[in-house]
């Protein structure tokens, strides 16, 4: 175990992020996504530093049936993670035997009984301790790519205009990673495919107008999940040509590992993986963090061979 205390003094802001817990009322052991996410929950709850906020990119659930997030709201019961709890929207929370609609109702409903957040659209904001949180959701049944209507995109270039005014870093959540990234399509899913889609595995249609959007401001963390590729850093990047961390025209892209289902493609497939978001006055770090195990990442070098990502801001 070692201890989940800030890398440095000084700390503006801490959060714990992590995705596709995919709890499944339908999984052969519906126990098992259950203790991910609230060891999750437990070791967020005995940072040193109390944490701002416990974040899941989406796919919290494996379908958004009631039952699914009863599941959720029984894996977290009694625990406090940090200030402010946020799910943000995946493909599979939209997933419903009863539709599109019932499952979304289910996501703002649970959303608001969980962590206290009331929730109109798939797509919001929220300003912790002065920083923007802005999470882009699908808002149309879309599969497994993002759909994002004219409205959403409005939203979202006005909320990183407004963002971009703070002078602070900013930090985007969305499910799906833009297209071609971390290795997509191929590390889509286990099986390779050469004639995979190139979109797929990504936000879609609109991946590249929210690129421009997010490269229009400076330091911008773009967190996403979907793929469950695991957690790769420099010797796969340099290996393979991808990563969980990449860079480009000045953002950072981040992707998670699967929390709670099996990953592949990566220098660590392990369940339990999800990240420790640290802001500085000067700097950014990213930390992935063993959440169940209560260890940081040691193996996997991130960037310039360090465990973790640090970014001057
Ligand atoms: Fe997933």
Redesign the pocket.
């Known amino acids: 175990m070692s201890s989940l205390k800030p890398l440095y003094p000084g700390i503006r802001l801490n959060a714990l992020i992590v995705s596709?817990t995919?709890i499944d009322c339908k999984h052969p052991l519906p126990a098992l996504p259950k203790y991910w996410l609230r060891s999750a929950a437990k070791d967020a709850e005995k940072s040193v530093h109390r944490m701002d906020a416990f974040i899941t990119v989406g796919?919290t659930t494996s379908r958004g049936s009631e039952k699914n997030w009863q599941m959720v709201s029984q894996a977290l019961v009694k625990r406090n993670p940090a200030n402010k709890m946020i799910f943000a929207i995946?493909n599979?929370d939209c997933w419903n035997d009863d539709g599109f609609e019932a499952a979304v109702e289910n996501f703002y409903k649970y959303s608001k009984s969980i962590t206290g957040n009331k929730r109109e659209t798939p797509y919001f904001s929220h300003i912790i301790n002065g920083y923007h949180f802005v999470f882009l959701g699908t808002d149309s049944d879309s599969g497994c790519e993002a759909q994002f209507s004219d409205e959403q995109m409005a939203w979202f270039a006005s909320e990183m205009e407004k963002a971009g005014e703070s002078g602070k870093p900013i930090f985007v959540f969305c499910h799906q990673s833009l297209n071609g990234r971390h290795g997509l399509p191929r590390t889509w899913d286990r099986e390779e495919d050469p004639d995979r889609d190139p979109m797929e595995g990504g936000i879609g249609e609109r991946s590249d107008e929210v690129a421009a959007i997010l490269k229009k401001y400076k330091n911008v963390f773009y967190f996403s999940?979907?793929s469950?590729m695991g957690l790769c850093g420099e010797n796969k990047k340099s290996s393979e040509g991808y990563s969980s961390f990449e860079y480009e025209d000045g953002i950072c892209l981040i992707n998670l590992p699967?929390l709670a289902?099996g990953n592949h493609h990566g220098e660590v497939d392990t369940m339990g993986i999800g990240v420790v978001l640290e802001v500085y006055d000067d700097r950014v770090v990213i930390r992935p963090r063993f959440t169940s195990t209560r260890r940081w990442n040691k193996s996997v070098a991130i960037k310039d061979g360090k465990p973790y990502l640090e970014m001057n801001i």
């Open positions: 596709d995919h796919d995946g599979h999940g979907h469950h699967s289902c």
